[in-house]
């Protein structure tokens, strides 16, 4: 059964700084995805990793996916106050059948508050 | 633009009442997912559904039930509701093939009394 952990689970942070939220999971699979929550809305894709290696930027979110050691970093570099939100990843469990009827599991979440 | 639409935002409802969630997507989606998010719990997996009357349990199924008898739409249903299903549900679809990300509703917060 696929587990996925997110840490830290609430993370603050000053302006400018930068950190890094971290997304394990417990079995194979090459498709993980990030996504953005602000209070009281719905879901937001941020990004979509598709293989070992996969790095993607946004203005000052990267995210990478190391499938062998079954991890995903969301990376922030100088934050902002407009960043802060609840952030989620989330991994395909494959059971091999080519997709079609993957579960689409999510972390906790990470809630990020930047500071002025 | 992919377009996900739960027909409620807010529902209050009584203890053993019979409760019909829905969600209608626009984009041909063959996947839909039934979440439930709960604070310091992220979303748990309920129920998915990858093709007409095909649906699967996920994490936590038990107290619910689903329906799909069309492509585009997608009910959660809570037989008996409880308290302890005073929750936010949220609705999502993907097309899993085309290895894009799951599009989401705007949420369903139920309050059940």
């Known amino acids: 059964e696929l587990k996925v952990e997110q840490n830290p689970l609430f993370l603050s942070m000053q302006e400018g700084k930068n950190y890094t939220i971290y997304c394990n999971y417990s079995?194979?699979?090459?498709?993980l995805y990030w996504y953005r929550q602000d209070p009281g809305k719905s879901l937001e894709s941020l990004f979509v990793l598709l293989s070992n290696g996969a790095v993607k930027q946004e203005g000052r979110l990267m995210a990478s996916l190391d499938t062998k050691a079954r991890l995903s970093t969301l990376h922030i570099t100088a934050a902002v106050h407009d960043l802060s939100a609840t952030y989620f990843c989330a991994v395909d469990e494959d059971r091999g059948y080519g997709g079609a009827t993957n579960k689409l599991i999510f972390g906790t979440g990470t809630l990020l508050a930047v500071q002025p | 633009d992919v377009k996900v639409t739960q027909s409620s935002r807010y529902l209050v409802k009584r203890t053993g009442e019979k409760v019909f969630l829905e969600c209608v997507q626009d984009m041909d989606h063959e996947n839909m997912f039934w979440y439930r998010q709960d604070p310091g719990l992220g979303l748990r997996l309920i129920y998915f559904s990858y093709d007409v009357k095909m649906k699967e349990k996920g994490d936590i199924p038990e107290g619910y039930s689903v329906s799909r008898e069309k492509k585009e739409r997608f009910s959660l249903i809570l037989e008996s509701a409880s308290t302890n299903q005073t929750s936010m549900y949220l609705c999502?679809?993907?097309?899993?093939?085309?290895?894009?990300?799951?599009?989401f509703g705007q949420g369903t917060r139920l309050t059940v009394v």
């Open positions: 999502a679809s993907s097309r899993p093939w085309l290895n894009t990300e799951a599009f």
């Open positions: 079995t194979t699979s090459d498709r």
